[in-house]
């Protein structure tokens, strides 16, 4: 009976790789939405970033160099033996933007899809984050750090770069460190100081670090709208927050406090629409927002239905359902998520929204204003 038992739980346990597609290490409790499924990718560099293509039918990350995967075939090949700091696919699948840091020196190189470097560009400092405005143009995080005897010199500069000409530098800010502050891990903050931007590639949340002399270190989250150059802050929260995301459209924003809760908040109106009893440490959102990861925590609609290991970082694809998940040193993909793309702007639409939002970002019109003309412009 015993051995006749071992068996029939040998038949069970392989039925359940088959069915989660494929026997991983990765740690799961509850289930996946209906028709989603999860497979193991391979090795990657622990902590390093990663990128699905718009469909999710290719990944880009680093293993002991940068890489680029098929998923459906499973063949990878070394674009260069460098461990990148950034990564981000462009919008139509054709280009890979990438950032190298070394020794307070950043790099931007952009390559093709084969993997040929196309153009490149050296920075002062460190590039914590990527993001295609257009189809030619580059978003950077650029951090800089200098020592001195009272502390350091921080600085945070959001660049733009059409892989031609210089980049030039849409957001500035400067501040002062604490020598303990430095002494904490300076290469942990210029990790957390990134940004995201908003799905219409007018508007950015990004973290900015605030050192008061008497007083704890902690983030500001910001609201930086690109065509008016005015940012509005949005949140104080701790060093351990994985910084803001925008939902669907970009009408409201995630983001979390790094220790007790994550808020889902419309940004114009300081009102909260939603707590999530997680600290947001790690954040991650769907382009159309039916799908959250915040901490390891999988939210289908609002409601939580699978965790993985707390740590584990994640990507989304544009379109195609898919999410990339690392988890130490290995990454794996989630495929058959079905995201809702109901409603799809027209170029005139697009137009008005952000420059009602450049007028809302300047102070012309009010939020009540600017909810109304949103109304109109829907009809």
């Not at 009272?150 to 031609?164: I, K, M, R, Y």
Request: charged content about 25%; hydrophobic content about 40%.
């Amino acid at each position: 009976m015993p051995r006749l038992y071992f068996l029939y739980l040998c038949i069970f346990l392989l039925l359940q790789c088959i069915i989660t597609g494929g026997c991983t290490h990765l740690q799961m409790s509850g289930v996946l939405p209906s028709g989603a499924s999860v497979s193991e990718i391979g090795n990657c560099d622990a902590n390093a970033p990663f990128d699905l293509d718009m469909k999710g039918e290719n990944i880009v990350y680093a293993d002991s160099g940068l890489k680029i995967r098929n998923l459906g075939s499973g063949r990878s090949r070394m674009i260069c033996p460098d461990t990148p700091s950034a990564l981000a696919w462009s919008p139509d699948g054709s280009r890979i933007a990438a950032a190298f840091s070394r020794e307070n020196e950043g790099t931007l190189r952009l390559y093709g899809f084969e993997g040929e470097l196309q153009a490149e560009v050296k920075v002062p400092g460190n590039i914590s984050s990527l993001a295609w405005r257009s189809r030619t143009d580059v978003l950077a995080m650029n951090i800089r750090v200098r020592q001195f005897s009272f502390g350091a010199n921080l600085v945070e500069a959001l660049l733009q770069w059409d892989g031609v000409s210089e980049p030039k530098r849409l957001i500035f800010f400067d501040n002062t460190l604490k020598p303990s502050t430095v002494k904490q891990g300076k290469d942990y903050l210029i990790r957390r100081l990134t940004f995201k931007l908003s799905p219409l590639g007018d508007e950015v949340l990004f973290v900015n670090v605030l050192d008061p002399p008497l007083f704890p270190t902690y983030f500001r989250v910001f609201l930086h709208n690109i065509d008016s150059g005015k940012a509005r802050e949005i949140a104080k929260v701790s060093l351990d927050s994985g910084g803001g995301a925008f939902l669907g459209a970009g009408e409201s924003i995630l983001f979390g406090d790094g220790e007790n809760r994550s808020l889902i908040s419309d940004p114009w109106k300081d009102i909260m629409l939603r707590a999530i009893p997680t600290p947001g440490r790690e954040v991650a959102v769907s382009s159309g927002g039916r799908y959250i990861m915040l901490d390891g925590n999988l939210y289908f609609e609002g409601t939580r239905t699978a965790s993985f290991q707390e740590s584990c970082r994640s990507n989304f694809s544009a379109f195609g359902g898919h999410m990339a998940v690392e988890c130490g040193d290995r990454l794996y993909i989630v495929s058959g998520l079905k995201e809702d793309f109901s409603v799809k702007l027209q170029p005139k639409e697009i137009a008005r929204i952000k420059e009602l939002r450049k007028l809302l970002s300047d102070g012309l019109i009010t939020s009540q204003d600017y909810r109304r003309s949103l109304e109109k412009t829907a009809q």
